[in-house]
């Protein structure tokens, strides 16, 4: 079971789909129970990962590493650590509350809508688990298919201009890294003879400092534009408030942490110096992020544009706590990477629900609501003081932790990322009190209908989850602290090692050098 689980959980929303294509089109009620069952099932047997993971192991497990096309060095090779472990869960869970979540929004083209969304999830998981870089490109680039029909095809207004930015975005900075897996490819080669994608073999060539920092750099920007970091964020807004509800969830849930997740499993071992170089710069572009996503923020007037922005901050404080690169840094960031998931993903749901009852975004459009839909109102204020970080949620230990990396890397980045923290409570409380008080002014207000039990069930494990890591997060640190001590004692070796290869290269060029000009004289 254990060699097969990830086989499993990439597989199953892949035959759920094919499945799909079987059901009569006009039968939307089947065609939603039996892709939900699907996810349901895919999640619960991710919990297998959780419940089985070994926590004093920091390598990869549940692996299986098969070749695939032996002629090009191509193997089907899986595998998931500490750092990789909670992405999986958060993907499976998302998706199986994302797909419940289309029950009444979703009417037209509900069998090709319910099969995009198991193949998304299908490719979102592959992301994560890929332990072989032909593999782990073939899924980054194939989750892009279905995530450019669900908003091409169920966005808003804008679908098509959004779609088209979105991905011409993404596949600028795929077409470098591609670049920058083949010549990893063939570096391989004239080092050990072999041709291989295998990351954990590509992980022991001694990639040269200036080699370094040109593949760092085609690997980061496919990676800083899936986060999207400052200044690469443009397409972000657009996706966001085009996208449908569920697309929305999963775009922010879990497509944006492909690119902290990437900085983290291959710009750091891969590239260690290159990576140690560029702090600087990329801890004061994840800084500029979180204070202008902040700031932008205050100024949206459509509440899906301001959670959009917002993601543009809270994926900043990610970056800047893995360019700390330090333990505390480092946990932080792959915490807030999934406090990010939950209460991002649950801040869209709930823009969702309501827009279902008004068909409106506007903040304007609304006030004093919390008379009329109370339990909406409590489950909207729990999820939004979770985003901002207050004690006792999810979001406060990230960035606690986040901000104790930076302190510790250097003061200045965490004094200007906690300025973040106050303009999220400015922009957040400021929305909430225009959306749910003050008073009734428009007449349509007073006739919404509080949340059905459906959407009450969709919630209700967010809010356990805000809590349970709020309050208990040491679960959760305690599997991914061995991964990351191990990568970070990795990363120092490999760029001690490198750096005393390239010094001694240095000197029997220059030894040489003498030799030559002596025998001249």
Known sequence: MSEYILTLLVFIPVAGALLLLLVNGSNAGLLKSLAF?????NFILSLYLYFNFDSLNPGFQFEINRVWIQNFGIS??????????????????????????????????????????????AGMIGVFVSLDLFLFYVFWEGMLIPMYFLIGIWGGPRKVYATIKFVLFTMLGSIFMLVAILVLYFMNYNYTGQYSFNFTEILQLPIPLNAQVWLFFAFALAFAIKVPMFPFHTWLPDAHVEAPTAGSVLLAGVLLKMGTYGFLRFCLPLFPNAFMDMIPLFSILAVIGIIYGALVSTMQKDIKSLVAF???????????????LNMQGIQGGVLQMINHGISTGALFLIVGMIYERRHTRMIEDYGGIARVVPIFSIFFMIVALSSIGLPGTNGFVGEFLILLGAFNSRIIYAVLGAIGIILAAVYMLWMLQRVLFQTIKNEENKKLLDLNLREIIILIPIILLIFWIGFYPQPLLSKMEPAVKNLLEYVEQKSDSITSSSGECDKICEKAEESSITKEK
């Not at 069952?37 to 099932?41: D, F, K, T």
């Open 310 to 324: 917002s993601s543009v901050s809270h994926l900043g404080f990610v970056m800047l706590g893995l360019f700390a």
């Open 76 to 121: 089907y090779h899986l595998g998931v650590d500490g750092i990789s472990l909670f992405l999986v869960l958060l993907t499976t869970l998302l998706s199986a509350i994302a797909i419940l979540s289309s029950w009444s929004a979703i009417k037209e083209k509900v069998k090709e809508y319910m099969v995009t969304m198991l193949l998304l999830e």
């Open 37 to 41: 069952m699907v996810s349901l099932l």
